[in-house]
């Protein structure tokens, strides 16, 4: 006899800016970002996707392991606050950390926008 093994879905991970990223979100989140600082177990990752690389935004991402510095990871995972005191800080608590160095960027973006524009004709 086999055993019926039950799968909990989740809701897909919507791609999103770290400067974009509030308390109002709700659900798992996608990144993409350049670690600028790591430590074990976290790593402070700015934002890859950004239009505005100046206004680029910071997130603190809590991982397993460690994230090399400088390189580009696509990340997913819940969001949380850390409470420091007054001050809420919105952390990532990462599921998933892939290596993207070798990943385009631009044509990325590309295809993303000519998905959009699919799915618009389309619906």
Do not use: C
Request: hydrophobic share 35%; no cysteine.
């Amino acid at each position: 006899m086999t055993e019926e093994k039950k799968f909990i879905r989740k809701k897909p991970s919507r791609l999103t800016t770290i400067r974009e990223i509030s308390h109002s979100f709700r659900g798992p989140v996608r990144v993409l970002g350049i670690v600028v600082d790591s430590r074990p177990g976290s790593a402070l990752v700015q934002d890859l996707y950004d239009e505005d690389v100046k206004k680029a935004g910071r997130i603190w991402v809590s991982v397993e392991g460690t994230l090399e510095l400088k390189k580009k990871y696509l990340i997913i995972g819940e969001l949380t606050e850390k409470t420091d005191g007054q001050s809420k800080t919105p952390w990532l608590n990462a599921t998933l950390a892939h290596d993207i160095d070798a990943l385009d960027i631009a044509l990325y973006k590309e295809v993303l926008d000519l998905e959009g524009k699919v799915t618009k004709t389309m619906s």
